[in-house]
């Protein structure tokens, strides 16, 4: 089968297209011919060897977590899915080495859901690392219907998926974006409120009884800022401060979870959950996806195709 390799950490790894063998099929597990692939900062990240202290990783390695496609096998004992089924998950196994970029990949059940019917493949394949860290991230922050949620970086891939959750589940929306994404923050239905100096003020003049819970999805000094507008600090969740649990706040690591997977999934087959794939590359452009996604300027997700 065709895969993106690379050998080796680097900040610019060396990504090929080459031939590998198909992957093994153990028990708990189905193969899935992959249709598309979605791409994170943390694959980029990861190759450039950011992660080494905390993940074992086996070079040569096949990047991506993320995959939507249709499963062509079941290994032993395995009778979740059947030959045929479209899934979508967040592929995370006990080491990094065998991913989403190829033509075919290994995933255990746990890491799969059905995939929303309503979608493209391409569009499912963008849900589920962020999806799961959006969603999972507002459950951390023991938010229910009613209260008030900021989300910093909110017109990013993970916040406008936070956004339309928090929405779906009854809560009130503070984002913060740059003023060419506040329109679109709107749409999502969440109230802009412009980063940079002065960001707490406004979110207090918006919110003068103050907010419940603060979800950091950029980090750059988020954290206090936020401890500084909830009425209980605790009830602030990070994913880019790695500093955040000895501030009193939650550092969170997205875990792959069915039910969750499924609860996406439900959100978009009601038109709950929307996903705007602004870039959609072939498999051998991995290399040009990744800096798109280094740049920081993609609203939406950046997905390949296979």
Known sequence: MKAITYDAYGTTPDLKLVDVSPPKVGPGEVLVRVKAAGVNPVDWKLAAGYLDPILEVRHPVIPGWDVAGVVEAVGPDTFDHAVGDEVYGYVRKEWVELGTYAELVSAPVRTLARKPASLTFEQAAGIPLAGLTAYQSLTRAGLKAGETVVIHSAAGGTGSFGVQIAVALGLRVIGTAGAHNHDYLRSLGAEPVLYGEGLADRIRALAPEGVDAGLDFYGDGAVEILQS??????????????????????????????????????????????????????????????????????????????
């Open 229 to 306: 507008l909830v009425k209980e600090r605790s009830r602030v969740v990070s994913i880019a401060d790695y500093e955040a649990a000895a501030k009193g706040a939650h550092q969170l690591w997205v875990r792959p979870d069915t039910a969750d997977l499924t609860f996406l999934a439900e959100l978009a087959d009601t038109g709950r959950l929307t996903v705007n794939v602004e870039h959609a590359l072939p498999l051998a452009e991995a290399g040009k996806a990744w800096e798109l996604s280094a740049a920081g300027r993609t609203r939406g997700k950046i997905v390949l195709t296979v």
